[in-house]
């Protein structure tokens, strides 16, 4: 059985950029409703004793896409860090890599946003590392993601409207890029090291 993550963060702490009632919702509602659906599909599927990742890997139909949702709201919501906190932007090897990509922090997220803003309707943008460390900016629709692809997933925005259109209707682009000032860079870093 899976279990609706806890969030690291009080409910108003991303706030002006995600409201507290996105937050309840996004999380309390629609997160808990992919745990739940995940629940219930999983017995009698033969994947029921794998791992979240390995069950995103084998699945097909609405398995799939409740599995990869509940994967991709926790990679979400644990990369975010309070808006009253400074943001630091990333270093080490990741800064390095994103430097010898796009040669500025700056060009890699104009990338970013605008794949975020170019997804035709519901999906996500996703920073990934493939088994060399390069990176890439993919848009994947519905509950797609890296791990489906057999990449590592490292940083995503989701853009869903369910994730902000009750604070920014459809400015989705002003959202996405108000999302860089709760992005915790040393979580992406970690799951960098780790690929
Ligand atoms: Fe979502």
């Known amino acids: ?62 398995l799939f896409n409740n599995a990869g949702q509940v994967l991709n709201h926790e990679m979400y919501f644990q990369q975010f860090r309070p808006a009253a906190e400074s943001v630091e932007p990333p270093t080490g090897k990741l800064l390095q890599q994103i430097e010898k990509q796009w040669r500025t922090l700056d060009a890699f997220k104009a990338e970013f946003e605008q794949k975020g803003v170019g997804l035709f309707g519901s999906g996500w943008v996703w920073l990934q590392a493939n088994a060399a460390g390069e990176l890439s900016i993919a848009q994947y629709a519905g509950a797609d993601n890296p791990v489906a692809h057999g990449l590592k997933p490292l940083l995503t925005f989701d853009v869903w409207e369910h994730a902000y259109y009750l604070d920014y209707q459809n400015r989705r682009a002003a959202h996405l890029v108000a999302l860089w000032n709760i992005t915790d860079w040393s979580i992406i870093e970690e799951r960098y090291y780790n690929c």
């Open 1 to 62: 059985m899976f279990e609706l993550i806890r969030l690291p963060y009080s409910p108003d702490a991303l706030e002006p950029v995600i409201s507290a009632r996105t937050l309840s919702f996004h999380h309390g509602k629609h997160l808990q409703a992919y745990v739940d659906n995940l629940n219930k599909l999983l017995p009698a599927s033969g994947l029921e004793e794998l791992s979240l990742e390995e069950i995103v890997k084998k699945a097909t139909g609405p």
